[in-house]
């Protein structure tokens, strides 16, 4: 009668994840519909124009890259977040970025507690937090490469909801809260539902940077 794993607290922890990718993705998929984007370094029109290998070139995100989108920002009287601007980065991206000589380490410009969540350099007056949730549009660059988005965002670029008392909310039922439903006390449940919303308030304070990957 007694439980050597806490199920409870396992799944919360699961649940936890589960709900803060969800509620990340929510605000990924309305920020990548942005209406500014460019691609890659060497510039092609469109997404699926995006190669990546040695021997047919490269769109890899580059130095050179998150300049034009900086560029951009400062044109459109972008406001910085805490003094620069804020890139959203997948792995497989950051992995091409940060051999750059001109990256810097956190440690290298930012006070510990000053630092984002995830954050994990910065280059031409952009900060990066690296997310494998970053948007991945699948086989759809050249020869059906995977084509990433890198966001580039400035102050007041979107906003989310903040619903006060509904927000997030994680639900625990114990055993024999069902009633008759649950006769022998057997069943618990634990969920979570959430409130989310997020739109694009300045569309000229956000750029969008497609490319390919070596990964």
């Not at 806490?6 to 649940?15: E, G, V, Y």
């Not at 890139?87 to 497989?92: F, K, V, Y």
């Amino acid at each position: 009668l007694s439980a050597v794993d806490n199920n409870l607290c396992m799944a919360t922890k699961l649940l936890g994840a589960q709900a803060g990718r969800t509620l990340d993705t929510i605000s990924r998929e309305v920020l990548a519909g942005g209406t500014n984007v460019q691609y890659g370094e060497n510039a092609v029109s469109a997404r699926y124009l995006l190669t990546g290998g040695k021997e047919s070139g490269n769109h890899y995100l580059t130095v050179d890259c998150i300049r034009r989108a900086v560029r951009f920002l400062k044109s459109q009287n972008a406001e910085k977040i805490n003094g620069d601007f804020v890139a959203i980065i997948h792995p497989d991206v950051s992995y091409d970025l940060t051999s750059d000589p001109e990256w810097k380490y956190p440690h290298q410009y930012a006070d510990p507690k000053d630092i984002y969540e995830g954050e994990i350099g910065k280059i031409a007056g952009v900060r990066f937090v690296e997310t494998t949730e970053a948007k991945i549009f699948a086989g759809a660059g050249s020869g059906s490469k995977d084509v990433y988005a890198t966001l580039v965002l400035g102050a007041d670029a979107y906003g989310v909801t903040e619903v006060e008392g509904g927000g997030l909310q994680h639900i625990v039922k114990q055993l024999g809260s069902a009633g008759t439903s649950d006769p022998l006390n057997q069943r618990a449940t634990a969920g979570w539902k959430a409130t989310k919303a997020a739109v694009r308030l300045v569309e000229p304070y956000m750029v969008r940077i497609e490319t390919t990957a070596s990964a």
